[in-house]
């Protein structure tokens, strides 16, 4: 019997119902006899079929569910920051009040199609209904659900922004309107395609100038203001480094502590406007030092190595990979020597 009534000495009626477990458990006291059976009967079916662990978690709202399972997510602090702000402007106005058992696919589809009527971009609404599509996630996890209404919606899909290649003479040209703080920021992007995190996260003990390369083990998290062990992807990786590309002397962070958007402000936009090179983006030096090795004829597997690249595809085959010939890969870069060594000794920008 997975749900019956007993009566009080109060002549009330309690209504009792087995979980999965067989555990017993009483889902509250009744006048009436058959209203007793009638909500013991649901108990059971909501235990079973929903995957309650407690029917009680039935009234738990998405807010209530969000601040459990918040400070317990598997995520770095820098992501955890960066999500409080669509957590707090969408998903808890939105399903702070709402039982989770109340949650419709449906809802969810109208839900972020108000989100586009609304004038957010497409790369926002899916970094949005992700994140609260994780927390649903974590929710069947806890064995609180036993689906995602949020999961594999078709989203909308931002346009994607055509990819700058620059040829070795705007390259030159970019690096010519450079000012001496920043020349050998952008010299280390163009000569190696690091991630702007990874070259604002380079320290000068990773740099082996007797070898010729640089080793890529931490990524500067923008948002923490602090260092990330592991780039991207969590592959440490070594890239082969011209002996032409001159980098500030000293001890511990080559940059100092970086700032993106300071950085991109006083430094990058006002370089890009003296270029006169029209829309390039930071994240074009990356491809722009690729497309430079494609030319070249470097194997599409040894680029993705070298720019860290994750794929389940290729991973087996980094595995097997011979050691870098440093000198096919420099020799695909242009003639650093004439961007100089300005502002070397100066280079310590400090943007906190």
């Known amino acids: 019997m997975n749900s019956w009534v007993e009566q009080l000495p109060s002549k009330r009626w309690r209504a009792r119902y087995l979980l999965p477990s067989g555990e017993k458990r009483t889902a509250g006291t009744f006048d009436s006899k058959d209203e007793a059976n009638a ?7 909501a235990a079973h079929s929903l995957g309650w662990r407690d029917p009680k978690a039935r009234g ?9 399972w918040w400070p317990d997510r598997a995520v770095s602090p820098g992501v955890l920051k960066r999500d409080i702000s669509p957590r707090n402007k969408h998903l808890l106005p939105k399903w702070g009040k709402v039982p989770l058992i109340e949650i419709t696919r449906h809802d969810v589809k109208s839900w972020a199609a108000q989100l586009r009527r609304d004038g957010l971009a497409p790369t926002s609404i899916q970094r949005i209904v992700h994140l609260f599509s994780g927390s649903l996630t ?3 996890d806890a064995e609180v659900l036993v689906s995602n209404p949020a999961t594999r919606l078709a989203l909308p899909h931002g346009q994607t922004d ?17 000012d001496e703080w920043t020349t050998p920021f952008l010299a280390l992007l163009l000569a190696t395609g690091l991630r702007w995190g990874e070259a604002a996260g380079l320290q000068h003990k990773r740099v082996d100038r007797a ?23 969590r592959r440490i990786r070594s890239v082969p480094l011209s002996p032409d590309v001159h980098l500030p002397e ?13 950085w991109r402000h006083r430094q990058w936009e006002p370089t890009l406007e003296r270029s006169k090179l029209g829309h390039v983006r930071p994240h074009d030096l990356r ?17 993705g190595r070298l720019l860290g690249h994750v794929s389940p595809v290729t991973t087996q085959r980094y595995a097997h990979l011979v050691d870098t010939d440093n000198a096919s890969i420099l020799s695909a870069l242009p003639d650093m020597s004439a961007w100089g060594k300005r502002g070397v000794n100066e280079a310590q920008m400090g943007l906190d």
Request: charged share 20%.
């Open 39 to 45: 909500v013991a009967y649901l108990a059971h079916e």
């Open 60 to 68: 738990k709202t998405w807010g209530e569910w969000c601040e459990a």
């Open 138 to 140: 974590a929710a069947i």
């Open 162 to 178: 055509e990819m700058r290649f620059l040829t070795h003479e705007e390259a030159s040209a970019l690096m010519e309107a450079a």
């Open 211 to 233: 070898r010729g390369q640089i080793r890529v083990a931490e990524v500067w998290d923008d948002a923490m203001g602090s260092l990330k062990a592991y780039p991207k992807g």
């Open 250 to 262: 000293g001890a511990g962070l080559i940059f100092g502590k970086m700032n993106y958007a300071n």
């Open 287 to 303: 491809h722009t030092y690729a497309s430079w090795l494609v030319q070249n004829g470097t194997p599409l597997a040894e680029i």
